[in-house]
């Protein structure tokens, strides 16, 4: 199989692989559950085994979108969002059973009116819901030939649907640069590398929790809902281990929010280590895995992925993008 295609099937299914690993244990305390050693059954909502949760639902949604539509829409994209939690779309059950705080309110406000105004204010939270479903959005922006800048633009922009939070945007744009790297065959010398220099950059004050990550041991690692504490845990996961599995064991054993975490280390060792690189056992096992391989060979072939202020429902993107990163100031394809 060719490289790059190995390594976006890898990102996707990794995705779901972590989601159905952790949630058996998710909400429980490290330590305090049976060791997670493969697929099992249970959880807070009693799914078979390999059966994935929210995050693995919205990734779908937001690929199928992008499949559709051969672009950024954010209209398509919340309908996609809506019809999941009201009518079950892309669910494992066919039933939406979990979703997060800032997206049911997100989704319940784009209900009641879709455009957001110039003037809307800044959430304070940032939760983790914008990071645990970014891989189509990466996969695309590679297949469609971005660079690792607009790459974490597209990052952002996705995030800002739910999440409109200073630090969630920043934070999923910075996941999306490294997922940028892990797929397109930078090693984890260089990711680390741009890591410590971000961490080190006092602008990006809110990852000052990061500094010498590699180093800290299990109980310094905060498995919670916080983007910036998942995203932690999914790094430190990938950087200390040598494998897709032993990682991602590591990952969901940490509890907590275990199938997010799962999820967001999964995209990212996934992409590193492609498709083959995870163990087989755990790819047939999980749920609908021969339909999400298609789905990212579709997303391989999308050739022209952009984003203009008319597939916008943030009226602040008329006069530039909207999203709340200085550095950048220029626009995309208006
Ligand atoms: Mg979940």
Same mark, same amino acid.
């Given at each position: 199989m060719e490289k790059l295609q190995d390594k976006f099937r890898g990102a996707l299914i990794g995705l779901a692989v972590g989601d159905a690993l952790g949630m058996p244990v998710e909400f429980q305390t490290r330590?305090?559950?049976?060791?997670?050693?493969g697929f099992s059954s249970g959880g807070p909502f009693n799914l078979p085994a390999g059966y994935w949760t929210d995050d693995t639902s919205m990734a779908l949604c937001l690929a199928d979108s992008i499949i559709a539509k051969q672009k950024y829409d954010s209209f398509d994209v919340m309908d996609r969002y809506s019809r999941w939690i009201?009518?079950?779309?892309?669910s494992s059950t066919e039933k939406c059973f979990d979703v997060g705080n800032q997206i049911s309110k997100s989704v319940s406000k784009y209900g009641q009116n879709s455009i957001i105004p110039p003037d809307e204010q800044r959430v304070e939270a940032a939760g983790n819901g914008c990071v645990m479903r970014l891989a189509p959005v990466i996969i695309a922006s590679i297949a469609s030939g971005k660079d690792v800048i607009n790459t974490e633009r597209y990052a952002m922009i996705s995030a800002r649907e739910t999440h409109y939070s200073v630090v969630a945007e920043h934070v999923t744009g910075i996941f999306g640069g490294l997922l940028y790297m892990a797929i397109t065959g930078s090693s984890k010398d260089e990711m680390k590398e741009l890591i410590y220099s971000l961490v080190s950059d006092k602008k990006n004050h809110y990852i000052q929790s990061w500094q010498k990550f590699i180093e800290k041991?299990?109980? *310094? #690692?905060k498995p919670t809902g916080y983007v910036v504490d998942t995203v932690e845990a999914a790094l430190w996961s990938f950087m200390t281990t040598s494998s897709f599995e032993e990682g991602a064991l590591r990952a969901v054993n940490l509890g907590g929010d275990a199938d997010t975490i799962g999820a967001v280390y999964g995209q990212l060792a996934g992409g590193y280590y492609g498709l083959s690189g995870i163990p087989k056992e755990w790819i047939e096992k999980s749920f609908m895995h021969d339909e999400i391989l298609n789905i990212a060979d579709q997303l391989a072939q999308v050739k022209t992925y952009s984003f203009s202020f008319r597939d916008?429902?943030? *009226? #602040?993107?008329?006069?530039?993008?909207?999203?709340?990163?200085?550095?950048?100031t220029d626009k995309i394809n208006h």
């Open positions: 330590g305090k559950f049976e060791e997670v050693k009201r009518e079950g779309y892309r041991n299990v109980e *310094e #690692i916008s429902r943030f *009226e #602040i993107d008329k006069s530039g993008p909207g999203y709340s990163d200085e550095r950048y």
